[in-house]
């Protein structure tokens, strides 16, 4: 899909129009075609006809870019809903609550976001009643981050948590059957939802109010250290701070929008991830998990299911220690393409593999340490193993999701390698390998 394309705003001027009989929008600027026509004047009202016309010209400037909107979502707003979720999530008091910094209902009022940031931030929270709650959770996470690993800079502070309310408005500029959370997606499907963060950044590098700076973190937001993000597969010295800390913010809200002890996931999960973000912010998500008091996971899984899944995710990883001379086989003769995919997934798993046994799991003969805790149960133990087991499983799977995506852009003889890669890492008790469709429902979630 090309982001560059005027074809994306359509969507936009479409959802504009949705919402033009609930809400008042003007053009915050006068409104010019590319061939130097005036369409609009500054404060004229937009209506759903307004759209009609300007949909038969292709603008000087993104419509977003001239656009404010009377009665939308205002600073006040995103204090007071700030306030509730603050009040409803001990990891994130752990983060953003800092009694040196400036309190978040105050931040939110002193931060002046400019009309068209907040005609933005309407439209986007217009689509669906949790939007608005998850952007500004993401916003609240990326502050609390960017304070306590950038203290000194509160212009770029700000910039991160503008970037938080809007890292996801690039999906205003996508048809909506292909977000639909009840409908299955192909690869190429996904392929449209992977470019938000390329749209985003687009929309976001010219707005009045946001800039280069947010438009470059929103971009990186599903990016990571090790390269196995999108939408640029960047790396290294590529992925810089403030991307990070929006990509963090990003996947601790998926934590604790799950409900399921994030706290808990967190904390184990940050052990997982050394490559996936630089040392100093894992570090720092590690800290906040240990000063949360939220209780964990109220009660372990018993026994007998806890080895049975501890068990299939060490046949997973010895299937992947066993293929690697055949993985050796298939990489010497690949594509740079395909090359490249297959070095992703084998640096992944290996640090997983790495993961469980710093754990304290061994990959060859675990059920020793399980029948001690069957014969002397331990509570605090059979906890940890449980979130253990269930992080673990969850990485597994969603290795396996993210290559399978990744190889509906190769050649189909490419492609049934990623396959016969994938293949080889399930085993009988776990989930088996989804196809792209079956795996959509949690691509939309941790998109």
Known sequence: MNTDSDEVDLQYLAHVGGMTAQHEFEASEDIFSRTGLKLLVKGAPISAATCERLLQHKLSKPLAAC??????????????????LLAQHSLLRSICVDSSSVPMATFWI????????????????????????HAVGVAMLALGLARKLMPADLEQQGLIAIAGLLHDVGELYIDPEIL????????????????HPLIGHRVLSTLPGAGPVVAEAVLQ???????????????????????QILAAAEWLIALIESGASPTTRASVAAKLIPGEFSP????????????????????????????????????ALQSFHESHEWWLERVSKASPALRQLLHLGQQ??????????SSGLDIHSPEKMLQELNEEPNGDALLELTALAREFGWRV?????????????????DAAVVHSWVERLVCSQLPRTPSVQATMQEVRMAA
């Open 180 to 195: 639909r959370r009840d409908q299955p997606l192909d690869a190429e499907k996904w392929r449209h939802i992977a470019t």
């Open 67 to 84: 656009l404010a909107i009377v009665g939308g979502v205002q600073s006040q707003d995103l204090a007071a809903l700030g306030e509730r």
């Open 348 to 357: 992944r798993m290996t640090r997983i593999q790495f993961a469980f046994s």
């Open 110 to 133: 002193e931060l002046q976001l400019s009309p068209q940031v907040l005609a933005l931030l309407s439209i986007y929270a217009h689509q669906h009643a949790d939007r608005l709650p």
């Open 280 to 315: 100093q912010v894992v570090t720092m998500i590690r800290a906040s998990a240990r000063v949360s008091q939220e209780f964990s996971l109220r009660q372990p899984l018993p026994v007998e299911q806890l080895t049975a899944q501890l068990l299939n995710i060490t046949k």
């Open 397 to 413: 799977q969603e290795l396996k999701r993210e290559v399978l995506l990744r190889a509906g852009s190769l050649h189909a003889a």
């Open 221 to 243: 937001h599903h990016e990571r250290l090790d390269g196995f993000g999108y939408p640029r597969a960047a790396s290294g010295k590529q992925f810089h701070l403030g991307g």
